[in-house]
T-cell receptor
């Protein structure tokens, strides 16, 4: 049973380009969370999605960032017109549902470097 | 909003000794969960231990145990018989057990800043 799969593991983008980060949740998990970890800091919540629905995007920057979790396929975190400050590790976590009382299963993260 | 504070940026311990990592949190809720996660250099976030706020008994997982003081809003992690493989960044995290209006805060984890643990042979 594969865990949460994130790709790519490392992503380098020039300023102004777009970054697309993918997350495939664990089998049977329909809830996905995205977190960002800036250097030397803890993880910060960005967005919580269920299939085809954004449940909570209170941690998402208002501009340039978007997320989706389509009926088929992985969840995508999209960053348009990247800037140096977007350089960070982006983690995805999944859970089976709202009633889960357990800590989530995290992926290994995508390290985004903006040059 | 809830906050989680880890006041020890770095800690070190000798192999086979015991070390305690501190965590305090602030919340107005009475029902919640607390977690300790380990992040080794591989960057993988690994769940170490969890505690339900309604349980008086402190959680234990092999060499890892917590000291949960609900009134003081304190949640420390004790690692006994430390091993070289315990070296990592450790994060304390909080999660509400119930949602806000509309259920939007239900799933969110709030993390502390982390503590880097070094284990000396």
């Amino acid at each position: 049973n594969a865990g949460v799969m994130q790709n790519p593991r490392h992503l380098v983008r020039r300023r102004g380009q777009e970054a697309r980060l993918r997350c495939s949740p664990m089998k049977g998990h329909s809830h996905v969370y995205w977190y960002r970890q800036l250097p030397e800091e803890g993880l910060k919540f960005m967005v919580y999605l269920q299939k085809e629905n954004i449940i909570d995007e209170s941690g998402m920057p208002k501009e340039r960032f978007s997320a989706e979790f389509p009926k088929e396929g992985p969840s995508i975190l999209r960053i348009q017109q990247v800037v140096r400050g977007d350089s960070a590790a982006y983690f995805c976590a999944s859970s089976p549902g709202l009633q889960s009382h357990y800590g989530y299963t995290f992926g290994s993260g995508t390290r985004l470097t903006v040059v | 909003a809830q906050t989680v504070t880890q006041s020890q940026p770095e800690m070190s311990v000798q192999e086979a000794e015991t070390v305690t990592l501190s965590c305090t949190y602030d919340t107005s809720e009475s029902d919640y969960y607390l977690f300790w996660y380990k992040q080794p250099p591989s960057r993988q976030m690994i769940l170490v231990i969890r505690q339900e706020a309604y349980k008086q008994q402190n959680a234990t997982e092999n060499r890892f145990s917590v000291n949960f003081q609900k009134a003081a809003k304190s949640f420390s992690l004790k690692i006994s018989d430390s091993q070289l493989g315990d070296a990592a960044m450790y994060f304390c995290a909080y999660r509400s057990a119930r949602g806000s209006a509309g259920g939007t805060s239900y799933g969110k984890l709030t993390f502390g800043q982390g503590t880097i643990l070094t284990v000396h042979p």
